[in-house]
């Protein structure tokens, strides 16, 4: 089936550091979207981003659709950069998104 | 505000009860999505709806049921058939139904807990 696979699973940082998460699919994609959950659990929209490159402050996202994979760039990480970040991809012929299984971070002040 | 509501937080449940989450968005979304969370782990979809009065089963839909009656609603109930129910279920709203790939939005999550 339909992969979505993030690396790497866990990362911890010291506050100051930059970081980049990766997620490769398997197959093309119509949608890919970045979350931050929060350690309440609460789902926070990063990025939308099927091709190109967004940036949205400390944030900045790089999709190459051609390669299957996308890049989250965390630069100056702070201590509320914390959680798991998600990557999904949206697949047309089955008209759902599929998460992968999340990179945890843990920025240390 | 505009946004995707869900209650309540936690919810305990004995064994062979039914219990129904709600799920609430005054965004004027047509689609509407259940999730479930299990530690450690990714989404996984449970249900979804483009339109009111239609709904289609995602990867895990045993044990549960779901209505949609109203643009705004989309209650997840989860049935003594579900074996293993202890999770977090998120639910999710996007703009457009047909296809699905608009941005989808979450709400804060409902934590369900089998005792």
């Known amino acids: 089936g339909i992969q979505v696979e993030q690396s790497p699973p866990d990362l911890i940082l010291q506050e100051g550091a930059n970081s980049t998460l990766r997620c490769n699919f398997s197959d093309s994609v119509n949608n890919l979207q970045w979350f931050h959950q929060n350690p309440w659990g609460q789902l926070i929209n990063l990025f939308y981003i099927p091709s190109g490159t967004k940036q949205n402050g400390r944030l900045s996202a790089t999709t190459v659709a051609t390669e299957r994979y996308s890049l989250l760039y965390i630069s100056s990480s702070q201590t509320t950069d914390s959680g798991v970040y998600f990557c999904?991809?949206?697949?047309?012929?089955?008209?759902?998104?599929?998460f992968g299984q999340g990179t945890e971070l843990s920025v240390k002040p | 505000d505009g946004g995707i509501t869900q209650s309540p937080k936690y919810l305990f449940r004995k064994e062979g009860q039914n219990v129904t989450l709600s799920c609430e968005q005054n965004?004027?979304?047509?689609?509407m999505y259940w999730y479930r969370q299990d530690p450690g782990q990714g989404l996984r979809l449970i249900y979804y709806s483009q339109i009111v009065n239609d709904f289609q089963k995602g990867d895990i839909a045993e044990g549960y049921s779901v209505s949609r009656e109203k643009k705004e609603s989309f209650p997840l109930t989860v049935t003594s058939a579900q074996k293993n129910p202890t999770a977090f279920y998120l639910c999710a709203s996007s703009i457009a139904g047909a296809g699905g790939s608009d941005t989808q939005y979450f709400g804060p999550g409902t934590r369900l807990t089998v005792l």
């Open positions: 999904a991809a949206f697949y047309n012929q089955g008209g759902k998104l599929i």
């Open positions: 965004l004027n979304h047509d689609a």
